[in-house]
T-cell receptor
């Protein structure tokens, strides 16, 4: 049973370029979350999505960042016109639709974005 | 005041010792509590999950929750060098909600 799959694992972008990070949730999971981890800081919530719906985007920067989780295919976190401050590890997590145990959320290995 | 406070460490212990980690939180609305382990350049790995006050044991790990004091703990018995990692507490108000993380405690178990 494959875990949460993220790609690319490492991405280097020049300032002003676009970064696209992809996440495939665990099999049977329909809830996807994106978190960001800045150097020497904890994980910060960005956005929570279900298929074709954004449920909570309270942690997303107001500009340049967007996320989607289409009916088919992986979830995408898109960062337009990247700046050096966007350099961070971006983690995707997923949870099942009906989790009788409560709220078990599993993380992927992360996508490490470096802006040069 | 942060919603979740966690001592950043580092916490250095000899192999075989008990590792004691804790977090405090400010909002009594939080109902679910988790501990994650994160190795360098890796994703967080879920270790323990609980939603009630009391103790929960899984192998060498024991999670403890005291909702009245808004205090959660993780104990690692018979610590091994492979336990050297950053440990993150995470809390949430309800199933399906976003997680609020502590800053993480870096643990080093010396052989």
């Amino acid at each position: 049973n494959a875990g949460v799959m993220q790609n690319p694992r490492h991405l280097v972008r020049r300032r002003g370029q676009e970064a696209r990070l992809r996440c495939s949730p665990m099999k049977g999971h329909s809830h996807v979350y994106w978190y960001r981890q800045l150097p020497e800081e904890g994980l910060k919530f960005m956005v929570y999505l279900q298929k074709e719906n954004i449920i909570d985007e309270s942690g997303m920067p107001k500009e340049r960042f967007s996320a989607e989780f289409p009916k088919e295919g992986p979830s995408i976190l898109r960062i337009q016109q990247v700046v050096r401050g966007d350099s961070a590890a971006y983690f995707c997590a997923s949870s099942p639709d009906r989790d009788i145990l409560g709220n078990t959320i599993y993380f992927g290995e992360g996508s490490w974005l470096t802006v040069v | 005041q942060k919603e979740v406070e966690q001592d950043p460490g580092p916490l250095s212990v000899p192999e075989g010792a008990i590792v004691s980690l804790n977090c405090t939180y400010s909002n009594s609305a939080f109902q679910y509590f988790m501990w994650y382990r994160q190795y360098s350049r890796k994703g967080p790995e879920l270790l323990m999950y609980t939603y009630s006050s009391g103790n929960k044991e899984d192998g060498r790990f024991t999670a403890q929750v005291d909702k009245s004091s808004k205090y959660i703990s993780l104990f690692i018995r018979d610590s091994q060098p492979s336990d050297s990692a950053t440990y993150l507490c995470a809390i949430t108000k309800a199933a399906g909600n976003k997680l609020t993380f502590g800053g993480g405690t870096r643990v080093l178990v010396k052989p």
